[in-house]
């Protein structure tokens, strides 16, 4: 049986929903004071984090990606559908280039040429 629209869905949603989180999460955890000799701050800024509701909707964001992980693997072959999920690298560290003011360097550049040939060949059948 062919793959239907709805079935690369699957796919990207679990794509989006990861890079969400991901982005959402550094955004939120950039905003911390930073004392690495205080480690009970530390812990305590963590705990913290947790009840953030901002944090929250990117580890809410981690479940809805396993549940279109799910749906995903049910409808291609692992094989096939496992080198998207390489997509997120590109899509991370560009948002975070563009959203975070990260540095986007040219092997970094480099780097997202060969993950995007990579595949791409891998998503011949």
Known sequence: MQPRFIDYCYIFATIF???????????RVSHLEKNPTDQLNTLTDSFYLLFDPIIFSGIFAA????ISWLSAISKFEISY???????NFIFVI??????LNESLTAFKVIGMSLIVAGVFFTSRT
């Open 63 to 66: 479940f809805l990606a396993s």
């Open 17 to 27: 929903f990861t890079v969400y989180g991901q982005l959402i999460i550094k955004w």
């Open 94 to 99: 560009l948002l975070g280039a563009f959203l």
């Open 81 to 87: 559908a496992y080198p998207f999920i390489a997509l």
